[in-house]
């Protein structure tokens, strides 16, 4: 299994989070697991695999190492989890599948959390990379989307296997914990509370998030925002000036900024929600590991409409829907929801329905599957 960021790690990433929590059911099933990381990840004792902290950069050097490490092992499959920022600009690990095949190596199972980057080796290098692997994973639609649209000779190789949620389910007491929640930033009977999680950085919709929160206050409605979740590494600054816009606009009474929390923590906070919102700006989309959390705690969600037409994902019967980057929109959905305990019930109902898709247990019986595809 290759994923850069496994934990524990320098580097934070959901990617990293949800590749941790396959191996260690995959490991759970009887399968025998190395884990190949950047050198930035913590060895930590008692795991259930084994991880090598393998190389600091992506580099033709360290390509060549890898390539000859797994050859020397003698591992039945490789792995590969994939961003092309996971990896580097470096085109040399988008060539590894290729190499492995041409020196009559394992096959080679491609994850692909996203295809194409935005940078010209990514681009040019994706046909290379997916054409060579035996079998990809594609865990959204966007990227089944691109596979059919721009490869179409490697749909049959395709298949749809979505994310798992990194937050653990609720421990104990439901209503317990909402009251303690509630008690804790002493919300009254009548105030809706609002939660948005994820690290900070552009494209989150946060602004829009705060634009329309301050259409609610200004509205007169009773809510407290809570945003769950400290700046992805590189974004403390635009961290701040959101903290900054918040307090100018006169949120301080409805916004808590909590950063960085455990992810039992989380989990006790998303217990004690009422909506969760997510207005992203490129769409709503499964490989969105902070929505597949909301879905596994059946929560309201209000998030954006999807770049591509989404299988999963229904308007106003398992989630509600706006434009994005459109505050007015997002501050009615509020006002809507809110104001309904009707629809929020039914949109309760429906993502309920909906959160078996991205259930562990499915996730990893088909994974195996897909194991058991290319090693036949």
């Known amino acids: 299994m290759i994923c850069p960021t496994y934990p524990p790690n320098a580097v934070p990433c959901g990617v990293g989070d949800y590749t941790r929590e396959l191996v260690v059911r995959l490991a759970a099933s009887g399968v025998s697991i190395t884990v190949v990381a950047s050198s930035a990840h913590h060895p930590e004792p008692g795991s259930p695999v084994h991880v090598v902290p393998f190389a600091g950069r992506w580099d033709l050097r360290s390509t060549t190492a890898l390539l000859r490490f797994i050859l020397e092992e003698g591992f039945d499959l490789v792995h590969i989890q994939y961003t092309p920022e996971l990896l580097g600009r470096s085109p040399w690990m988008k060539l590894l599948p290729a190499g492995l095949a041409l020196r009559g190596g394992p096959r080679v199972i491609l994850t692909a ?3 194409v980057g935005g940078y010209l080796s990514a681009k040019v290098l994706a046909p290379v990379l997916a054409g060579f ?7 959204n639609d966007e990227v089944a989307y691109l596979v059919g649209r721009y490869l179409p000779f490697l749909r049959r190789r395709t298949r749809q296997i979505p994310i798992g949620s990194n937050i653990p389910p609720p421990a104990g007491d439901p209503e317990r914990t909402r009251a303690a929640i509630r008690a804790e930033f002493g919300l009254g009977v009548d105030t809706v509370l609002l939660t948005h999680f994820g690290f900070a950085y552009s494209g989150k919709g ?5 634009a329309a929160a301050d259409r609610l206050r200004t509205a ?3 809510y407290l925002l809570l945003m769950i979740g400290g700046p992805w590494p590189g974004a403390e ?3 701040a000036e959101l903290q900054a816009a918040s307090g100018a606009s006169g949120l301080d009474d409805h916004v808590r900024w909590l950063g960085h929390c455990s992810r039992e923590r989380i989990a006790a906070l998303l217990v004690a929600s009422d909506i969760h919102v997510l ?3 490129d769409g709503i989309s499964a490989r969105r590991g902070t929505l597949v959390a909301g879905i596994m705690h059946r929560l309201p969600i209000i998030s954006t409409h999807p770049m591509r037409p989404s299988r999963l994902f229904r308007d106003g019967e398992n989630v509600m829907l706006v434009p994005p980057g459109d505050n007015v929109a997002l501050a009615r959905a509020l006002t809507t929801l809110i104001g309904s305990s009707d629809l929020r019930q039914r949109l309760r109902l429906g993502v309920a329905e909906l959160a078996d898709e991205f259930s562990w247990s499915r996730i990893t019986a088909a994974t195996m599957e897909v ?3 290319a090693g036949s």
């Open 220 to 222: 007169g409605v009773k």
């Open 237 to 239: 600054d635009y961290y």
């Open 133 to 139: 692997s035996h079998r990809i994973i594609c865990p």
């Open 279 to 281: 207005p992203y700006d």
């Open 113 to 115: 959390h996203t295809l």
């Open 206 to 210: 946060i602004p829009i998030l705060l």
């Open 371 to 373: 194991y058991r595809e």
